[in-house]
């Protein structure tokens, strides 16, 4: 059972999805850090919106204006957090969109390209000379 196991998880499919987790974490944290520190402050300058402390206190308890706050005095509807989530979905969709399209167009490109002819080296060149004096000088 463990070479089973083993033969399994050296198989290359399996290699290549946690190379592929492991980048998409890291990618997801680019993204997140493009939203969260240049998209976002845009937004917040522009008309001095800021998403993440938009929220509907859902009992009176809660009176403060900061999100982390009133999550500590009672239940809230964090409407804000869903705003920023949904942007960052849109940016990330937007990302992967612009990089699928690119590999499809570069595989096209290389689908394409026909092959380079191929060139015979020089020795070979030679012999099939002098094969076609040797056949022009028999009668």
């Known amino acids: 059972m463990l070479k089973e196991f083993r033969e399994f998880a050296l198989k290359g499919n399996v290699i ?9 974490a890291a990618f997801g944290k680019i ?25 509907i206190g859902l009992n009176s308890a809660v009176t403060s204006p900061v ?22 979905f ?7 969109f612009v990089v699928v399209k690119l590999i499809n167009r570069l595989k096209r490109q290389e689908a394409a390209a026909p092959p380079a002819p191929a060139v015979p080296p020089a020795d ?3 012999l099939a000379e002098i094969r076609d004096l040797l056949k022009q000088r028999q009668p």
Do not use: H, W
């Open 31 to 55: 993204v997140e850090s493009l939203v969260g520190d240049v998209i976002m402050p845009f937004f917040g300058a522009l008309g001095g919106v800021d998403f993440s402390n938009y929220f």
């Open 124 to 126: 070979v060149v030679l």
């Open 67 to 88: 999100l982390e706050e009133a999550r500590k005095q009672g239940a809230v509807f964090a409407y804000g957090s869903f705003v920023t989530a949904a942007i960052n």
């Open 16 to 24: 290549d999805l946690a190379i592929g987790v492991v980048i998409g």
């Open 90 to 96: 849109t940016i990330i969709a937007a990302v992967l």
